[in-house]
């Protein structure tokens, strides 16, 4: 931001911090208010599973993932926000198991009152994040708002038999996770002048990083189930997955990489309101072991921005795959397992 006079982005959100989606039971209550959707036999995932994209059969061996995603700042810098937008939404058609093709812009952005450079830099952020994914950006649409807003309309391709849904997982199955959580948490802190600059860096890091290369790595693998991790936090889609699949989902708490320090924030008071509400939302559908105090329930709960993929691959190919992701620079972990009992609800031990 050399070039222009610095602002804090993220003081100019109402809701800044994490980037959180309307939760759950919100959105699900306005949803049935809705008429039901014509069955369609193309439409190979819809809003049944709460997945993190649509997906449309064009013929035998082609189909298109679609998705959309934008949020309010969650950094100060213009373009790693750009970044964080775009590879979180990118991120849903990874989750897919898709290849994103295209790409529209979605800006709302205070035109008379913030330099218009800002806006350059938060748009050259996300191109160059494209560009890293192989997608093409196609256009966009842009308003004219109080409160700057950010994000991509993408539109990916996968085969029709390898669509990874969140409705996939299988008792037996190893779960994989491909990112730390704590974003929420972090990014809180930000907005609050709480992290230092190597810790800002730290989390950008983390939200920047596409899930291309963790996606491409498990697509040849034995995996039943996918999702990314991302406003509704590692419990609540794993919560997801169990209920699409009929599964119980047992997770070890010391297996769950965490960044740096997200306890100490979290105890000083840096909880965003998202992660609390989606504690309070999981009520009755995880059970926590005795030794896991309310710090670290909220910090498994923690609403994640551009958070990583929640892999559910089949017992026997769960250490390759976990390796090769590692050889690769991955911060990937096996945090728990697929379980035939319980279905529908996750079993948080101290470790597994």
Not at 294 to 306: F, G, P
């Given at each position: 931001m050399s070039e222009f006079e610095p602002v804090r982005l993220t003081s100019l959100s109402s809701k800044g911090g994490c980037g959180c989606k309307i939760g759950p039971a919100d959105l699900s209550q306005v949803l049935r208010q809705l008429p039901a959707a014509e069955p369609n036999p193309n439409l190979l995932v819809g809003l049944d599973t709460s997945d993190d994209a649509g997906v449309y059969r064009l013929s035998d061996d082609l189909a298109l993932v679609q998705t959309v995603d934008f949020f309010t700042p969650i950094v100060d810098d213009p373009y790693s926000f750009g970044q964080v937008a775009a590879a979180n939404a990118l991120s849903d058609v990874y989750a897919m198991g898709g290849k994103p093709l295209t790409v529209l812009n979605i800006v709302a952005f205070p035109i008379s009152k913030l330099d218009k450079r800002i806006l350059a830099e938060i748009l050259r952020g996300a191109a160059d994040k494209v560009k890293e994914a192989g997608a093409t950006l196609v256009g966009g649409h842009s308003i004219d708002d109080n409160e700057p807003k950010f994000g991509l309309s993408v539109t990916g391709l996968v085969h029709p038999a390898r669509v990874k849904t969140n409705a996939g997982a299988r008792p037996g199955d190893k779960l994989i996770l491909t990112k730390p959580i704590g974003v929420g948490i972090m990014t809180t802190s930000i907005k609050k002048g709480a992290l230092s600059p190597e810790e800002i860096q730290r989390v950008t890091a983390v939200m920047t990083t596409l899930n291309k290369k963790a996606a491409e790595i498990m697509e040849p693998y034995d995996v039943h189930g996918a999702t990314d991790v991302t406003g509704f936090g590692l419990l609540g889609?794993?919560?997801e997955m169990a209920k699409g699949s009929?599964?119980?989902?047992?997770?070890?708490?010391?297996?769950?990489?965490?960044?740096?320090?997200?306890?100490?924030?979290?105890?000083?008071?840096?909880?965003?309101?998202?992660?609390?509400?989606?504690?309070?939302?999981?009520?009755?559908?995880?059970?926590?072991?005795?030794?896991?105090?309310?710090?670290?329930?909220?910090?498994?709960?923690?609403?994640?921005?551009?958070?990583?993929?929640?892999?559910?691959?089949?017992?026997?190919?769960?250490?390759?795959?976990?390796?090769?992701?590692?050889?690769?620079?991955?911060?990937?972990?096996?945090?728990?397992?697929?379980?035939?009992?319980?279905?529908?609800?996750?079993?948080?031990?101290?470790?597994?």
């Open positions: 889609h794993a919560s009929g599964v119980g989902i047992r997770i070890g708490r010391r297996q769950v990489p965490v960044l740096p320090h997200v306890r100490e924030l979290a105890e000083a008071g840096f909880v965003p309101g998202g992660t609390k509400n989606n504690y309070a939302h999981l009520e009755g559908s995880v059970t926590f072991a005795p030794s896991l105090d309310q710090i670290e329930q909220w910090i498994l709960c923690d609403a994640v921005t551009s958070g990583g993929l929640l892999i559910s691959v089949a017992a026997d190919k769960a250490d390759a795959l976990l390796g090769d992701l590692l050889k690769a620079g991955v911060e990937a972990a096996m945090i728990g397992e697929v379980v035939a009992d319980h279905p529908g609800q996750i079993e948080v031990l101290d470790s597994i």
